[in-house]
């Protein structure tokens, strides 16, 4: 496969993820859930990049 068409690949599926996640989060009325996550994803990227 050539390398470009693998990269397209890739960066379509980032791109589905991370607008699942926003569909997600958008959905998401409870403060305290919100503030959960934020929390948890702000210490894993610190810990995990």
């Given at each position: 496969m050539d390398?470009?068409?693998q990269n397209e690949d890739r960066f379509n599926e980032k791109e589905h993820y991370r607008k699942k996640i926003i569909?997600?989060?958008n959905g998401i009325n409870?403060?305290?859930i919100l503030?959960?996550?934020e929390t948890f994803i702000r210490l894993y990227i610190e810990k995990w990049g």
């Open positions: 390398k470009n068409v569909e997600m989060v409870n403060r305290s503030e959960y996550l």
